[in-house]
């Protein structure tokens, strides 16, 4: 028999096949050894981050937290406030950032939480037929079902806050005893995003004392109090900053009629820890007690600045839906740099000054309507 000749094609396939194969491997290869540096640059980058914050932290104990009246302001204090509190001194920081107006005790938190116990019993044991005192009785178990029913949507990846888990009572504790405490203001949805950020960062009874005065701050007052009147100055105030800082997503919201409530209200009412990454959120926390009020609205600007080029894609309804929950991967230093290059300046007026121009137009406004608000 003769030899078999293989078609050239076959061969030259074989070939072909054989260097793709090459070519796959050396691909991989290649990947590998990228994937393998990447790794590396995370670490490294980690570890300075962990030696930074070590660092900053001996810095807090030692020199700051004890004078802290005449550190707090310090230029080179504010430069190391921006970069992040480290977590063994956050909670410290926020306490004496937001302070203690109201002058509340853990005496007085202990008091206010063997009330809302007393009710949490009567509650169970009486059904809502013996409504003796009319309204309010059935307000009171509305908001203890409320709060029953949030906590459970209270960071629900974190199983800690859940029924069962470890925060799950102090989460219901600090909520049941700051209803006796404001029945003025009672509980509203968002508030237990705000107690849980705190419990994270502070022993029970300083975690209330920071809640309490937190949300006696105008700012967080006028939200949690529906003050719509309020609610609008400050939508106003923001609005001023966002046509100057953004000019090309202003135009592309107003085209929508896409007014700021639709996404403020649940970044300010939960300060970011809904919708932002919890230690990024954390961040955020560390310079709004710096801050003030005026941070929140920066930060809101800020993240309409980082995400600019998709929004200007989207329509209503996938704007509104993208704001609610941002994406997983936002990262500090990203959403710091885009914060910082919001200028909080409309021509030489600061936010306070804007803020309080906002309120005279709107009270001249109400005897004709108002320019500010036709949103």
Do not use: C
């Given at each position: 028999m003769g030899t078999i000749n293989l078609p050239a094609k076959s061969v030259?396939?074989?070939?072909?096949?054989?260097?793709?194969?090459?070519?796959?491997?050396?691909?991989?290869?290649?990947r590998e050894i990228k994937e393998a540096h990447k790794r590396k640059r995370i670490m490294k980058e980690r570890f300075k981050q962990e030696e930074n914050i070590a660092s900053a932290m001996v810095?807090?104990?030692?020199?700051?937290?004890?004078?802290?009246?005449?550190?707090?302001?310090?230029?080179?204090?504010?430069?190391?406030?921006?970069?992040?509190?480290?977590?063994?001194?956050r909670g410290k920081v926020w306490s004496l950032a937001v302070g203690n107006e109201l002058n509340i005790t853990p005496e007085l938190y202990e008091i206010f939480l063997s009330r809302a116990k007393e009710r949490w019993k009567s509650f169970s044991e009486t059904s809502s037929e013996n409504d003796t005192e009319g309204v309010s009785v059935a307000d009171r178990e509305a908001s203890l079902e409320l709060i029953k029913l949030d906590i459970s949507r209270t960071f629900p990846s974190l199983y800690i806050f859940q029924k069962g888990g470890p925060y799950h009572d102090v989460l219901h504790s600090i909520l049941g005893a700051y209803t006796c405490y404001r029945p003025d203001v009672g509980y509203v949805q968002g508030m237990s995003f705000i107690?849980?950020?705190?419990?994270?960062?502070?022993?029970?009874?300083?975690?209330?004392?920071?809640?309490?005065?937190?949300?006696?701050k105008p700012c967080q007052l006028a939200f949690f109090r529906v003050d719509h009147s309020m609610m609008l100055k400050y939508f106003a105030t923001f609005e001023v900053f966002f046509e100057e800082n953004l000019s090309k997503l202003f135009l592309h919201f107003k085209s929508y009629s896409l007014t700021p409530d639709i996404y403020l209200i649940d970044w300010i009412f939960t300060l970011y820890s809904r919708s932002l990454p919890l230690d990024l959120a954390c961040r955020v926390w560390d310079v709004f007690c710096r801050d003030g009020e005026?941070?929140?609205?920066?930060?809101?600007?800020?993240?309409?600045?980082?995400?600019?080029?998709?929004?200007?894609?989207?329509?209503?309804?996938?704007i509104a839906q993208f704001l609610t929950k941002l994406p997983e991967d936002i990262t500090s230093e990203k959403l710091f740099s885009c914060i910082a290059a919001i200028q909080m300046q409309n021509s030489t007026k600061k936010w306070t000054q804007v803020f309080a121009s906002v309120m005279k137009d709107i009270k001249e406004g109400d005897k004709n309507s108002s320019p500010a608000l036709k949103s």
């Open positions: 030259e396939e074989a070939l072909r096949h054989r260097q793709e194969y090459d070519e796959m491997v050396a691909e991989a290869k290649k810095i807090w104990i030692n020199e700051i937290l004890p004078n802290w009246e005449v550190m707090r302001s310090t230029r080179r204090v504010r430069e190391l406030w921006w970069q992040g509190l480290p977590p063994s001194v107690a849980a950020v705190l419990i994270l960062n502070l022993e029970e009874a300083d975690a209330f004392i920071a809640f309490a005065n937190l949300l006696n005026e941070f929140l609205f920066r930060t809101g600007l800020g993240i309409l600045r980082l995400y600019e080029d998709i929004l200007l894609q989207m329509d209503f309804i996938h």
